[in-house]
């Protein structure tokens, strides 16, 4: 199975700060990697797909890059309603294995 | 607009059986394919598997082969999971979801079931 494994765990932040969240797989997974929101005891939903890719609807601050094998999110400047878990996932090969996700707080 | 809606919570003795159904609405239904993934108490996302409702193929998680079934009825537009032989870290959140358009390079889930919190405790 290919590892995904997100830095940081958890995260403290403040409204109106940059944020970038970032994922490695363990080998190589193209441009296969999504990235997702949850929040508490909610779905989770989609932010990015293809590693760079906006999903529709989706705020401009997101934005997701790759660099080999590893993926960056990041929030350009961080709202109120963005503080939840974001998990990365590959759908590069089954079983798609998603990260451990990535708690991003309020400081 | 695309809606999935799953059944209610369950909760079920070590051993035994749950089957969870997910009723699609606001789309084409055999065009798209189905995931389902879990979600432990606290913990992380885990893929399960995934289904066409076009031909029935299906694909499962290894760690799930042999106590784990997708199925979809095409006339209810409705899919659905069984798991068997439950045990208590079976108990999780299970989720139903969508997936892209199969033909599109691009493979992720764009639109997601509520959860259906399934407790196994004896």
């Known amino acids: 199975d290919i590892q995904m494994t997100q830095s940081p765990s958890s995260l403290s932040a403040s409204v109106g700060d940059r944020v970038t969240i970032t994922c490695r797989a363990s080998?190589?997974?193209?441009?296969?990697l999504n990235w997702y929101q949850q929040k508490l005891r909610t779905a989770p939903k989609v932010l990015i797909y293809g590693a760079s890719r906006l999903q529709s609807g989706v705020p401009s601050r997101f934005s997701g890059s790759r660099s080999g094998t590893d993926f960056t999110l990041t929030i350009s400047s961080l709202q109120p309603e963005d503080f939840a878990t974001y998990y990365c996932q590959q759908s590069y090969t089954t079983p798609y294995t998603f990260g451990q996700g990535t708690k991003l707080e309020i400081k | 607009q695309v809606q999935l809606v799953q059944s209610g919570a369950e909760v079920k003795k070590p051993g035994a059986s749950v089957k969870v159904s997910c009723k699609a609405s606001?789309?084409?239904?055999?065009?798209?394919?189905f995931t389902w993934v879990r979600q432990a108490p606290g913990q992380g996302l885990e893929w399960m598997g995934w289904i066409s409702p076009y031909n029935g193929y299906t694909n499962y998680a290894p760690k799930l082969q042999g106590r784990f079934t997708m199925t979809t009825d095409t006339s209810t537009s409705t899919a659905y999971m069984e798991l068997t032989g439950l045990r208590s870290d079976d108990t999780a959140i299970y989720y139903c979801?969508?997936?892209?358009?199969?033909?599109?390079?691009?493979?992720?889930?764009?639109?997601w079931g509520q959860g259906t919190l399934v407790t196994v405790s004896s």
């Open positions: 606001g789309y084409s239904f055999i065009d798209y394919d």
């Open positions: 080998q190589s997974i193209s441009s296969s």
């Open positions: 979801a969508k997936n892209t358009n199969p033909n599109s390079p691009f493979r992720y889930f764009d639109n």
